[in-house]
């Protein structure tokens, strides 16, 4: 398949065939994060810029290492590291960096529809890394990456995400993915954080963690995102934890051999245990090591690289 995508910025514009393709062109870069040498010199010459202007720890440091895996130069910018710290506008930034002639941007921005913003005024390829509370696709990605490694498929899946779905973008992404793939998604969380109208999305709302949880193939936990809550919308951390947390007796509701999955920071004892977060069912850390792969093969894919037969 020739993929044609100038850019990613949301789940919501890709197909299913895209999402296939990605997934499959991801599934083959990961070979080469096991290599004794992890660099092939598919995108030798190509400039990324990683423009993050959220903390990040996974996402920011995933894009770094796909980038110079493939042998790419790979420039980190911050806020606080850039004119915009001096009152520069987010257009006059991304101009700038225009001007130096990058392959692909990739952004962080707490403004939902940020990355779109830029996509409309630069010639070379925007990656978005999550913008507001909007989008993340690059973690859906990630995430269905995951789930097909250890499940086969997605396609007839239930997957069951629980937590603050109102303020979560990884949410809005794994809903749309998942059940653009087939999957049957309910999710659950207090009434607080499950925003009105979420059946358009396709999926299942519970206020009950148990009814979510019933037979369900994979568990998607999510934290609460206090940064974006404008008011207190739970009482403790220790209710919340007793209410909607993931232990070993709920787990225990899900299907035999269900996964748990987590995009990470976790607040353990919170959402989820450390019985839990550590245990067989775990792929947390799977999602970290696929996060590589997948980011590589989306630098692959939007800069046009050509895999050499001397590569592999």
Do not use: W
Request: with cysteine.
């Amino acid at each position: 398949m020739y993929f044609s995508r100038k850019d990613i910025l949301d789940i919501a514009s890709l197909s299913v065939e895209e999402m296939t393709h990605i997934l499959d062109t991801a599934q083959g870069m990961k070979e080469i994060s096991l290599r004794p040498v992890k660099k092939v010199p598919t995108l030798r010459g190509k400039t990324l810029i990683l423009f993050f202007h959220e903390a990040s720890t996974r996402t920011k440091t995933s894009f770094d290492i796909a980038g110079k895996r493939l042998s790419a130069d790979v420039i980190a910018l911050a806020k606080s590291g850039s004119s915009m710290a001096k009152g520069e506008s987010l257009l006059d930034t991304v101009k700038t960096l225009e001007a130096m002639q990058p392959d692909v941007v990739v952004m962080r921005h707490g403004t939902s529809g940020a990355a779109r913003f830029i996509a409309g005024h630069l010639k070379c390829g925007v990656i978005n890394a999550g913008d507001g509370r909007h989008a993340h696709p690059t973690q859906a990605l990630l995430d269905m990456m995951t789930i097909r490694e250890k499940k086969g498929r997605i396609a007839g899946l239930k997957v069951a995400i629980i937590g603050d779905i109102a303020h979560s973008r990884v949410a809005r992404s794994n809903m749309e993915g998942l059940v653009k793939m087939g999957a049957e998604v309910r999710v659950a969380g207090p009434p607080t954080m499950i925003p009105k109208g979420i059946e358009s999305y396709g999926v299942k709302a519970f206020f009950s963690v148990d009814k979510a949880l019933e037979g369900a193939d994979v568990i998607i936990m999510l934290r609460m995102q206090k940064e974006r809550m404008n008011n207190v919308l739970f009482s403790t951390e220790r209710e919340y934890a007793r209410e909607f947390g993931l232990s070993e007796k709920r787990v225990s509701m899900a299907h035999p051999d269900a996964v748990v999955l987590h995009p990470g920071p976790m607040n353990r004892g919170v959402e989820i245990s450390d019985t839990v977060a550590d245990g067989s069912r775990s792929a947390i850390l799977d999602q970290v090591e696929n996060g590589v792969a997948l980011r590589m093969a989306l630098f692959y894919l939007l800069s046009g690289g050509v895999r050499n037969a001397d590569e592999d």
